[in-house]
């Protein structure tokens, strides 16, 4: 993943959340992912845990279930994790 955040996904997360969350509280989160993470079930749904927690967001089983598929399916790696970021956003 890059260093440097884009600053409209940025934005974007934070409208979404209705919160303003640092560019460091997310790289934090981002630092802890492995490639090894976005192919298990059990590390997602971590990972969609820690993200909804940060944002005080709560997310449904249905949509955490949607977000784990479409993780697997589209076989993204950290290189694709501002997509899955941006799909999230669509949520």
């Known amino acids: 993943m890059d260093n440097k955040f884009p600053k409209d996904l940025l934005g974007a997360v934070n409208k979404k959340a209705g919160k303003n969350i640092s560019e460091s509280s997310i790289k934090k989160i981002a630092s802890g992912v492995t490639p090894s993470t976005l192919q298990s079930e059990t590390q997602i ?15 449904s089983e249905d949509t955490v279930k949607e977000i784990v598929n479409a993780v697997k399916k589209s076989g993204m790696n950290l290189n694709s994790l501002e997509s899955l970021v941006k799909m999230m956003i669509k949520k």
């Open 45 to 59: 749904r971590q990972l969609i845990k820690q993200v909804s927690t940060m944002a005080n967001v709560p997310v």
